[in-house]
């Protein structure tokens, strides 16, 4: 039996020593490494964060101190030494345990937090209300230095550097990389701190070569004492969270456990916020994750434990994109690649590789890169904004007054977009299609196929005087689905039999909407499947196909209210059209973690259950009955 089968709660670390620490270590990594060679997941963060989270559990009492992750996607260690290791092979599977913190499964985990650079304003607001409260509590953020270049996290320590009396411990986990290695001024000035020596070990050794001359050298060494403050900023510059009034330990080998437990107790009797700088290496302790170039592991797929060889995969959608944005830079002189730390994810480093002048890395940062886009087109380029669609979100504001007030010609391609599934609630991308509906001149493309991501970001490029969005799904794409006619801009998929039905597809949704339209066929029913490919604004064509049908159905990867469904059935309403309308979509609710068809399947976004409605809607019409807002699953 090891060490790891008989941790429930933190407590049991304090009993062991440290030899057994080493050696729950080591289990702990061995068993990260196999599971998530099966389930996937974020193995390289969490490889390197093991000996911190051990040091972190043995000096603070958790849960009544708080540990708050940045991100939350390095939280494997926590669930392991919180009671969740019999429980650690369901990892990211449906009915398993969530792959970053999640408040459901245990009281240890607080934020069920997986955007970035979030943690210190939650640990600022649980300092501040501890305080208030007259609670004897700590609390302990964990932030990455690529957490750190997001401008919330500043906005956190300026306001944490005031709360002269708060219980805040914030660990930066210095690893150089966020998915690849962190860039920016930030950057800089930790490479410094992580490079140069202590101040204290200059001030040790000038203090015995002075004291070794007769006379005077203890004035002189106490003169020089009096300016150590200069000698800091000169040789190890704290000064970048010292001038803020934080107190800082470190920099602390991030794997020497004991070192680490020394600096947390040290910083523990602080009256007040303080910064305990680790040094750590993303995928520590795997040779294959350490040796990966493009992320250490950051979140492989499927591999073989012995070699790291992930197991052989498809092309995704990301794959074409970054295919085809390469087509399009080498025609277009003008068009550049903005990405928020994650290059390789939204597939951008082969158009960083071809046209690294033309490529632009801004860190954590989609508030800045979207606003910055917006200059960069008022100054004659068309930027290319590659993000996962959750991640825009954050940026709506800047999308609505910095580019769309001001007419920027600025093309925003949103990878990941609808049911994301292994990743939680927090990927899902199923949010933009409503946000962005509210945003004038906004332009907002949804392909289905690879041949219709080609010609939708040829023509996205192409528009300079508004903003154009392209969205994809994860995953693989499906085969082409060619148009057999055209209805103005829109393409139409199928058509046969009488005007019963009308299925407006957005997306992903055309491959579901084709197989319906058999279904449907199959029993008689008439019926025309459309897909817009630019859903918004609404094509008038579809609007004259809608009256003339007997049923019109949309279906979209999108939260059902606010979406393209809901905004077409406000346009026909505004035209005039009475026809009957059904609209399919994702519930607003917060989707729990599985796999994407498993979920689309289970809020009623698959061929079986659209089917099966729309027949019983059919009848409905026929019977000369309205039409009820009924859920068809059953």
Same mark, same amino acid.
């Given at each position: 039996m090891g060490h790891l089968e008989s941790i429930t709660s933190p407590q049991d670390l304090r009993s062991l020593d440290g030899a057994e620490l080493d050696a729950l270590a080591a289990e702990i990594r061995d068993l990260m490494i196999s599971t998530v060679a099966r389930t996937s997941g974020h193995l390289g963060p969490n490889l390197g964060v093991v000996e911190l989270t051990l040091a972190i559990h043995r000096v603070f009492d958790s849960p009544r101190d708080r540990v708050v992750f940045d991100t939350g996607h390095q939280s494997y260690v926590h669930k392991l030494v919180t009671g969740r290791f019999e429980r650690f092979g369901t990892l990211r599977q449906e009915g398993g345990i969530s792959g970053y913190p999640s408040q459901a499964e245990s009281d240890h985990d607080i934020v069920e937090n997986s955007h970035a650079s979030t943690s210190l304003s939650y640990a600022d607001g649980l300092a501040k209300a501890y305080r208030v409260r007259g609670e004897d509590r700590h609390v302990v953020a964990v932030i990455g230095d690529g957490a750190l270049t997001g401008g919330?996290?500043?906005?956190?320590?300026?306001?944490?550097?005031?709360?002269?009396?708060?219980?805040?411990?914030?660990?930066?986990?210095?690893?150089?990389?966020s998915y690849t290695p962190t860039i920016g001024g930030l950057a800089t000035a930790l490479t410094t701190?992580? *490079?140069?020596?202590?101040?204290? /070990?200059?001030?040790?050794?000038?203090?015995?070569?002075?004291?070794?001359?007769?006379?005077?050298?203890?004035?002189?060494?106490d003169a020089l004492h009096a300016v150590k403050k200069g000698m800091k900023d000169a040789l190890a510059p704290q000064g970048l969270f010292e001038d803020l009034g934080l107190k800082y330990v470190g920099p602390v080998d991030g794997h020497d456990r004991d070192a680490m437990e020394q600096a947390l107790t040290h910083a523990k009797r602080f009256n007040g916020p303080v910064i305990v700088h680790a040094i750590t290496r993303k995928g520590a302790g795997y040779d294959p994750a350490e040796r990966h170039e493009a992320d250490q592991f950051h979140a492989p797929g499927p591999f073989d434990v012995q070699t790291g060889a992930e197991k052989p995969k498809g092309l995704i959608w990301t794959d074409h994109f970054a295919r085809l944005i390469v087509d399009i830079g080498a025609r277009r002189q003008d068009v550049v690649a903005i990405t928020a730390a994650m290059m390789h994810p939204v597939g951008l480093d082969k158009f960083a590789a071809a046209y690294p002048e033309r490529t632009f890395d801004v860190g954590i940062a989609e508030q800045h890169a979207t606003t910055s886009?917006?200059? =960069?087109? =008022?100054?004659? @380029?068309?930027?290319?904004?590659?993000?996962?669609? *959750?991640?825009?979100?954050?940026?709506?504001?800047?999308?609505?007054?910095d580019v769309a007030l001001h007419k920027c010609g600025v093309t925003f391609v949103l990878d990941r977009s609808g049911v994301t599934g292994d990743?939680?609630?927090?990927?899902?991308? =199923?949010?933009? =299609?409503?946000? @962005? /509906?509210?945003?004038?001149?906004?332009?907002?493309?949804?392909?289905?196929?690879?041949?219709r991501l080609r010609e939708l970001l040829d023509e996205a490029v192409d528009v300079d005087d508004a903003p154009t969005v392209v969205r994809f799904p994860k995953g693989p794409p499906p085969s082409d689905i060619e148009a057999v006619g055209k209805a103005g801009n829109a393409d139409v998929l199928v058509r046969t039999g009488a005007q019963d039905v009308l299925i407006v597809a957005v997306g992903s949704m055309c491959t579901v909407a084709v197989d319906v339209a058999q279904r449907l066929t199959d029993q008689g029913i008439g019926v025309t499947v459309v897909d817009p490919r630019w859903v918004k604004?609404?094509?008038p064509a579809i609007v004259e196909l809608a009256r003339q049908h007997d049923l019109v159905v949309s279906i979209e990867d999108n939260g059902r209210v606010?979406?393209?469904?809901?905004?077409?059935? /406000? *346009?026909?309403?505004d035209a005039g059209v009475t026809t009957p309308f059904r609209l399919h979509g994702i519930p607003q609710e917060f989707l729990d973690h599985a796999k994407r068809d498993v979920i689309l399947a289970r809020v009623g976004l698959d061929a079986q259950t659209i089917g099966r409605g729309i027949v019983e809607d059919v009848t409905a019409v026929a019977d000369g009955r309205a039409l009820l807002d009924v859920d068809h699953r059953r």
């Open positions: 919330m996290a500043w906005e956190a320590l300026n306001n944490i550097a005031i709360a002269g009396d708060s219980r805040l411990v914030i660990v930066v986990n210095d690893n150089e990389r701190l992580r *490079t140069n020596p202590r101040y204290e /070990q200059v001030l040790d050794l000038v203090k015995k070569r002075l004291n070794a001359i007769p006379g005077v050298g203890s004035a002189t060494y886009a917006a200059g =960069m087109a =008022m100054g004659g @380029l068309h930027p290319v904004f590659a993000v996962y669609a *959750t991640f825009l979100n954050r940026a709506f504001d800047q999308v609505l007054m990743d939680g609630a927090s990927h899902n991308g =199923m949010w933009d =299609m409503s946000i @962005l /509906q509210v945003v004038p001149g906004l332009r907002l493309a949804a392909p289905r196929d690879v041949a604004p609404v094509d606010g979406g393209c469904g809901a905004m077409l059935l /406000q *346009t026909l309403n």
